[in-house]
C-alpha cells in the first residue's frame, strides 16, 4: 500500500525558516507533490519533485531524496499569511494521487 | 477563465436522503478525482477518472457513485449508503499522471 507520514503541526516566527519533512512508502513511485490549504478554502499546488534534488519557487523549496523515500518542503522569509495547512502527495500506479494527513503551520509575530 | 466549478458550495440533507455534487471543469484535463475531507484531516480519495465512461474506487468509495460521461463532468453521488456523510468535498482534475492537481472551491455537506 501507500502512505505518507508528515508532522501534524509546526509553529514558526515571521522572517524565519521552516521545514516540513514527509515520508513516503509506495509500491511504485511517481514523484512528490505539495501543496497549501487554507483554513475553508481548496488546496494550490506548489512545487513538485520527480526526481531528486532541490525545486525553488520564490520564498518556497522543495527537496527529494527517492533513496530515502524523504522529501521536504522549505519555507523562508515566513509571513503571517503562510499560516496553513501543508500536504505532501505522491501519484499511484494507477494515475490516482494520495495525501498525506498535512502539517499545520502557525507563524507568529 | 479555466478552472474547474463545483456546486453547491453549501448542502444540508436529511439523513436517509441522495444528494449529487457537481463538478464540472474546462481545462480540458483528461483525469478527475473527488477526495474527502474532514476537519482536521487529510484529504481521502473516493472516486478518480482518467478517461470517459471509465472510474475507479479509491480509498473510501463506500456510499457514493459517480459517472463519468462527458469529458468536462464528474459528478458525485452521496447515497444514503453512506453512514457519515458530514465533509468537505473537494473536486479536482489533472493531466494523467501529472503530480500537480487544479482543485475546485469544495462543496460544504451537513447532513441534519
Known amino acids: 500500500g501507500q502512505s505518507l507520514e508528515q508532522p501534524s503541526e509546526v509553529t514558526a516566527v515571521e522572517g524565519a525558516i521552516v521545514q516540513i519533512n514527509c515520508t513516503y512508502q509506495t509500491s511504485g513511485f511517481y514523484g512528490l507533490s505539495w501543496y497549501q490549504q487554507h483554513d475553508g478554502g481548496a488546496p494550490t499546488f506548489l512545487s513538485y519533485?520527480?526526481?531528486?534534488g532541490l525545486e525553488e519557487t520564490g520564498r518556497f523549496s522543495s527537496f527529494l531524496s527517492r533513496s530515502d523515500s524523504y522529501g521536504y518542503l522549505l519555507l523562508q522569509e515566513l509571513q503571517m499569511k503562510d499560516s496553513a495547512s501543508y500536504f505532501c502527495a505522491t501519484g499511484g500506479s494507477q494515475g490516482n494521487l494520495i495525501f498525506g494527513k498535512g502539517t499545520k503551520l502557525s507563524v507568529k509575530p | 477563465d479555466g478552472g474547474i466549478t463545483q456546486s453547491p458550495k453549501y448542502l444540508f440533507r436529511k439523513e436517509g436522503q441522495n444528494v449529487t455534487l457537481s463538478c464540472e471543469q474546462n481545462?480540458?484535463?483528461?483525469?478527475m478525482y473527488w477526495y474527502r475531507q474532514d476537519p482536521g484531516q487529510g484529504l481521502r480519495l473516493i472516486y478518480y477518472s482518467q478517461i470517459v465512461n471509465d472510474f475507479q474506487k479509491g480509498d473510501i468509495a463506500e456510499g457514493y457513485s459517480v459517472s463519468r460521461e462527458k469529458k468536462e463532468s464528474f459528478p458525485l453521488t452521496v447515497t444514503s449508503a453512506q453512514k457519515n456523510p458530514t465533509a468537505f468535498y473537494l473536486c479536482?482534475?489533472?493531466?494523467?499522471?501529472?503530480?500537480?492537481?487544479?482543485f475546485g472551491e469544495g462543496s460544504r455537506l451537513t447532513v441534519l
Open positions: 479536482a482534475s489533472s493531466i494523467v499522471g501529472a503530480g500537480e492537481l487544479f
Open positions: 519533485n520527480a526526481l531528486d
Open positions: 481545462l480540458n484535463h483528461d483525469a
